[in-house]
């Protein structure tokens, strides 16, 4: 853990070999989003995005569960409240520098994720499950629509049929069913998950992450690019690639045989 953030009790994080590892840590809530877990994830994200060195971001969840959305303890029963400003200030604020991360970011979903945890998951990069993991739109079970750009995700990824079907009815989706319907990448079994993960952001820190954080912006500059345009965009952006020493690295190495070392430049 990096000095400033050794008093953080929500959140675990460490840096290691251009790796940052942020774990939600409040694993007897199942990792529920508490006030004080929203400042310490914001203070973690702030790091990293402001970090250079950073070639991999690995988010995931102590214990059983890897997040059950919004503290519910937090809520008196039967009050009514302004969740906007709530969205604004804590989720929002989160997803807006997490997006802003250059590195791409690895969730790894190690059990349950529900409401905004599902949806916190579901925007980051490469998202791998353990097989016995679920996620839950459970919003609509307490009277409110998916949040954390879950209604602008989960349509682009499953399709409108079956995202409105799982916002409406709360239907957990188990992981093997989220790879089949195009919601994760990859199911793992639940013995082999830390070993995969692990495997996973070794070989995502020795790759090109310049090309990797173009990659993940231009995917998703797409749903709003008219075609020519994002033809010029693609255009533009391999030129940028073709100018960098990743490039130069990457067809040198292939011509004499051997594997590339990728400097993230
Ligand atoms: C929890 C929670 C939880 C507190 C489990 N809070 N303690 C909302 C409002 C504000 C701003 C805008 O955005 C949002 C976004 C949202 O995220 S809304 C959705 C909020 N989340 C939920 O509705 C999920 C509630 N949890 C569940 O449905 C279940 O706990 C799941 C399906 C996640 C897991 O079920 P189980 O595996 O059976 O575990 P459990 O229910 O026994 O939970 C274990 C413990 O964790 C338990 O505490 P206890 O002290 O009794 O052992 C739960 O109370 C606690 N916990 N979720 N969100």
Known sequence: MPDNFQGFKTIHYSKDKQI???TLNRPDKLNAFSA?????FFAVLNDVAGDGDIRCVLLTGAGR?????QDLGERKGGEKMDL?????????KNLRLLKS???PIVCAVNGVAAGAGANIALNCDIVVAKKSAKFIQSFSNIGLIPDCNGTWILPKLIGLAKAKAIAMLGTPVMSEQAVEWGMIYQAIADEEFEAEVNNLVN???????RALSFIKNIFEESYSNPYGAHLDRERDIQRVCGLSDDFAEGVTAFNEKRPAEFKGR
């Open 20 to 22: 940052a590892r942020i």
């Open 65 to 69: 569960g890897f997040c059950a959305g």
């Open 203 to 209: 070989n995502l820190v020795q790759r090109p992450t």
């Open 36 to 40: 004080q877990m929203h400042s310490e």
């Open 101 to 103: 991360i250059q590195a």
């Open 84 to 92: 906007g400003e709530k969205l604004e200030n804590g989720y929002n």
